[in-house]
């Protein structure tokens, strides 16, 4: 086997980056579900728990674009939802400390995700770094074996 081919074989191990981006994940669908507990089997609170659900099986079998997503999303999400939830947390114009504490530490995990996945193993794991210039080649939406090609060195990823 030589070296080049020895560089493209992926390790199996999950790296401590992306198992700690699985696990903010999964504490914050915890956190969700507590907190939205007697609604908890209508479709509304469903379907995101859902997502995050299918979100977190993409990590752990190094899917690009559940990357992309915990990266673009979980950035986004971390901003725009307490902004999104304002009426329960001011319901009546007084805060309600519980709501908005579920908030901000939702908010918390959510930009933890994002940047556990952000580093440098993870980024590794999920094979976006150029095997040629060791640059990170970050485009997780596109489909793999489809000519994709490094922006620095054109290297085929």
Known sequence: MTTESQGAVKSARIPPSVMAAVGALVLLMALDTI????????WPVLLPLTVRGLVVIGLLRRSRVAWGLVRIWGLAL????????????????????EAAAF????????????????RESSVAFFGLICPGCGRKATRPF????????????????
């Open 78 to 97: 971390a901003i725009i939802n307490p902004f999104l939830h304002a009426r329960e947390i001011l319901p009546d114009g007084e805060l309600s400390i």
């Open 35 to 42: 907190r939205l507990w007697p609604e908890a089997a209508s």
């Open 142 to 157: 596109e489909v793999p074996n489809r000519g994709g090609a490094c922006r620095m060195c054109n290297h085929p990823l």
């Open 103 to 118: 908030e901000l530490v939702g908010s918390g995990l959510l930009v933890a995700a994002w940047w556990f996945v952000g």
